[in-house]
């Protein structure tokens, strides 16, 4: 999956998921050209109950795009969104953070889809 730091701008983040099945979470950020934009979108099968350090079967793929606005990305991911909301159909959200990971944490404190694990790097 991708990785978020402190100051990246996060467009959006997509999440669906089936329960007893699996689920797809998508996230993308500005990347180091201000034209361009960075992510990664992840599907996952599970296997057990664990959050972290599962066993559950995943597959991420890293996503790299010119899209001049955002408004053109968003719906580009939401194009794919539509599709995977047809197989993972339980729970699906789009958040709209355009905001750095301080405004992500704070939009989706209440999400019961959303984890996230913290690492100090030295």
Known sequence: MIELHENDYILGIWFAEKH???????????????????GGYRFRQFSDNKVFDSEDLSESYNIKEKIASEEQMIKSINNIFSIVKLKYCDVHEFVEVKGNLDKLVELTKNSSWFHMKFETVH
């Open 20 to 38: 007893d099945f699996g689920n797809w979470i998508c996230i993308i950020k500005r990347g180091k050209d201000p034209n361009g934009w960075v």
